[in-house]
T-cell receptor, first 114, second 113 residues
Framework: DTGVSQDPRHKITKRGQNVTFRCDPI?????LYWYRQTLGQGPEFLTY????????KSRLLSDRFSAERPKGSFSTLEIQRTEQGDSAMYLC????????????FGEGSWLTVV | AQSVSQHNHHVILSEAASLELGCNYS??????LFWYVQYPGQHLQLLLK??????LVKGIKGFEAEFIKSKFSFNLRKPSVQWSDTAEYFC???????????FGTGTQLKVEL
């Protein structure tokens, strides 16, 4: 499968713990996005990278959240000191740069904070 | 900031019925418009997109959507739904020249046999 892959698919953690999600984009894509989706809502933009540069961050991305894409390939999203409100599906997506390019989504990583 | 409204949160149809899902957006500049579908247990997939040209766009599986600029709308249609169309449908918008998507809240479609 050469689509966007995410790991882990499910994570249950205790409040206050740190969690990290990994995303491997489609190999030729230089843009990588993170979205968050809660039940009954559409995906909400968190941040995106072009190559290794983080070009935009949403206000939703509090100081406890950090995303990296060190070599312009895979990306990690870390949440520190998790809170119950962080429970959501974290979606990664990728695309080529430029207008008209389709954004492809991964299957997401479910986070449950107990 | 741009926003997207999907008016129908849950729709139940019988097979062979016609479908129309509403989508309105609130950005006055050039936009790119998308419909994504999420089948149960699967990832978001692109159904169709509009960037420019003919405002009536056709996507996969017999779906089509019409961009009406004056109404800021991009409604999704299918003349005859199938049980396999049961899924959640999301309308999304990006500003012209950009890739970042703003999604609506989604419409859960259930097609009954």
């Amino acid at each position: 499968d050469t689509g966007v892959s995410q790991d882990p698919r499910h994570k249950i953690t205790k409040r206050g713990q740190n969690v990290t999600f990994r995303c491997d984009p489609i190999s030729e894509h230089n843009r990588l996005y993170w979205y968050r989706q809660t039940l009954g809502q559409g995906p909400e933009f968190l941040t995106y990278f072009q190559n290794e540069a983080q070009l935009e961050k949403s206000r939703l991305l509090s100081d406890r959240f950090s995303a990296e894409r060190p070599k312009g390939s895979f990306s990690t999203l870390e949440i520190q000191r998790t809170e119950q409100g962080d429970s959501a599906m974290y979606l990664c997506a990728s695309s080529s740069s430029g207008e008209g390019n389709i954004i492809y989504f991964g299957e997401g990583s479910w986070l449950t904070v107990v | 900031a741009q926003s997207v409204s999907q008016h129908n949160h849950h729709v139940i149809l019988s097979e062979a019925a016609s479908l129309e899902l509403g989508c309105n957006y609130s950005y006055g500049g050039t936009v790119n418009l998308f419909w994504y579908v999420q089948y149960p247990g699967q990832h978001l997939q692109l159904l169709l997109k509009y960037f420019s040209g003919d405002p009536l766009v056709k996507g996969i599986k017999g779906f089509e959507a019409e961009f009406i600029k004056s109404k800021f709308s991009f409604n999704l249609r299918k003349p005859s739904v199938q049980w396999s169309d049961t899924a959640e449908y999301f309308c999304a918008v990006s500003r012209g020249g950009g890739n970042k998507l703003t999604f609506g809240t989604g419409t859960q479609l259930k097609v009954e046999l």
